[in-house]
């Protein structure tokens, strides 16, 4: 629809889009402070003082996010930013800067689980709603740092965008190296998906050249990794180690789809920045969720990167890009022009 169009129907465009600035008011999430995005049918919140991480995401009313059992929380339990106790889940969290997954010490430094990047309060805040041409584009933006006096210091440059009317959105991050020295850094993207959305019903779909399970408890049930079960009480997590192939543009996309609610979501990304994937899927009663998580290190984390040689290094003053796009799919119809494509970059896999 082109700007009159769309103005004919609405006075002020905050009645279908807008961007409203929150912060939470009682228990762990007190002083939580927020961006809530509606474009329509589509919600998200973004939190400003957890790296502009996505706590939660809808769609016609539908949750689609994983939230763990802690809750929403400004700081972690009981204080804390880090450990189990400190990860609250949500659409999105970013692992990182110095480690992902696996907490471990290396010459006597400690790197705790998934880094400090989680709990790095965002800088420069912005956000913005407005007409470019005939495109009503809803953003927010932000700066995360992660920094040391005579260590690293990294920049993490974030911005988050929609356009009404639509069902997409875009997370683009720039990462710089502001320090003299080449640095060692790592990335994940947990990208979680909860209850209404996630249940039995659900099919994962990745185009996989191959599936590694991390244990001996995820290779039981290696051949199940692409469909979802019903809860099962006190149940271990399973770990799966992808290699997405590439579309012919050379991006990688992966996907769930809920056949009886007719409602999935893609996930785009270039595998050339984030060349390793992860699904993370629990069917532990109360724990339930499943994770697809592009990023560029293992699930092993730094201490297994040390140890291989294998560190991703940035240069002094060098950004590095990353791009992902996710996209709601919407019925029968996208859903199998989404498996045929899947089907098209690994026939054997079907």
Excluded at 127 to 132: G, I, V, Y
Excluded at 158 to 170: L, N, Y
Excluded at 209 to 238: C, F, G, Q
Excluded at 242 to 250: F, I, L, S, Y
Aim: proline share 5%.
């Amino acid at each position: 629809m082109k700007k009159s169009d769309i103005l004919s129907y609405v006075g002020n465009m905050q009645q279908v889009a807008n961007i409203r600035s929150v912060t939470y008011d009682e228990g762990q999430a007190r002083h939580l402070k927020a961006y809530q995005i509606k474009n329509g049918d589509l919600s998200l919140t973004l939190q400003c003082d957890k790296s502009l991480d996505i706590a939660e995401l809808s769609y016609k009313g539908i949750n689609l996010s994983f939230l763990s059992k802690p809750g929403l929380q400004h700081k972690g339990q009981n204080g804390s930013s880090v450990g189990a106790r400190g990860i609250m889940g949500g659409f999105l969290f970013t692992g990182g800067l110095e480690n992902i997954c696996a907490p471990s010490v290396i010459d006597g430094k400690s790197y705790p689980m998934h880094g400090h990047l989680r709990s790095t309060p965002a800088e420069q805040l912005c956000s913005k709603a407005s007409w470019q041409g005939d495109d009503y584009v809803l953003e927010v933006s932000g700066e995360m740092r992660e920094a040391e006096i005579f260590g690293e210091n990294l920049l993490l440059k974030r911005k988050v965008t929609t356009q009404f009317p639509g069902k997409s959105f875009i997370i683009e991050d720039q990462i710089e190296n502001q320090a003299f020295r080449d640095e060692a850094f790592l990335i994940l993207y947990h990208i979680n998906f909860g209850f209404p959305f996630l249940s039995e019903h659900c099919e994962i779909l990745i185009p996989s050249k191959t599936v590694v399970p991390r244990d001996e408890i995820s290779k039981k049930h290696l051949s199940m990794w692409h469909k979802m079960e019903k809860p099962k009480a006190n149940e271990e997590e399973y770990v799966y180690i992808h290699t997405p192939a590439e579309k012919p543009d050379g991006k990688s996309i992966v996907g769930i789809y809920n056949t009886e609610l007719k409602l999935g979501v893609s996930i785009e990304y270039d595998p050339h920045v984030l060349p390793y994937f992860m699904e993370w899927k629990t069917i532990g009663s109360g724990d339930y969720a499943v994770g697809l998580e592009p990023a560029n290190a293992s699930v092993f984390g730094r201490k297994y990167h040390v140890e291989h040689d294998s560190l991703t290094m940035i240069k002094p003053f060098e950004p590095v890009v990353s791009r992902i796009k996710v996209e709601i799919i919407e019925g029968d119809d996208e859903a199998m022009a989404f498996k045929n494509m899947i089907k098209e970059l690994t026939p054997d896999a079907f």
